[in-house]
């Protein structure tokens, strides 16, 4: 019995989402398709100009504005940030530093202070 190898594909919107890109700012050959997993590679290794592009200047999409300005998610949502924003308007926001990014960025401060202290504690127990 011999096993056939298919290949894998995924939706543009998981291939965009891995890529890091906002999906409607990709070329329409890219929505329409369906993408391999050696395309992806591809893709990751030998960004074309548009990919390179798009990560560049934007629209970036909600889970790469949030890391790029220090804050989680559902901290973008409760500032009113709900859609994809550019490189340009990022830096804009970094710039002007409104409360509320300031009491998100010190909220993910803790956050991340207190997974910290967690990892140590149970790496402490497991010793």
Same mark, same amino acid.
């Given at each position: ?11 543009? !919107?998981? !291939?965009? %989402? +891995? ?8 070329? #329409? ?10 395309? @992806?590679?591809? @893709? ?6 548009? @990919?390179? *592009? ?34 340009? $308007? ?10 509320? @990014?300031?009491?998100?960025? #010190?909220?993910? !401060?803790?956050?991340? +202070?207190?997974? #910290?202290?967690? %990892?140590? %504690? %149970?790496?402490? $127990?497991? *010793?």
């Amino acid at each position: 019995m011999t096993s056939h190898q298919n290949t894998q594909t995924m939706k543009p !919107a998981t !291939a965009a %989402k +891995k890529l890091g890109v906002y999906l409607p700012a990709t070329p #329409a050959e890219f929505q329409e398709g369906v993408v391999s997993r050696a395309e @992806l590679n591809e @893709l990751q290794t030998n960004p074309p100009q548009w @990919l390179q *592009d798009l990560r560049r200047n934007g629209p970036h999409p909600r889970p790469v504005v949030a890391a790029r300005l220090g804050v989680s998610i559902a901290g973008l949502a409760r500032g009113g940030i709900t859609e994809a924003l550019t490189t340009e $308007q990022i830096e804009a926001l970094r710039e002007d530093g409104p409360e509320w @990014l300031e009491k998100e960025r #010190a909220t993910q !401060a803790e956050v991340r +202070k207190e997974a #910290a202290r967690l %990892k140590e %504690k %149970k790496a402490q $127990q497991q *010793d």
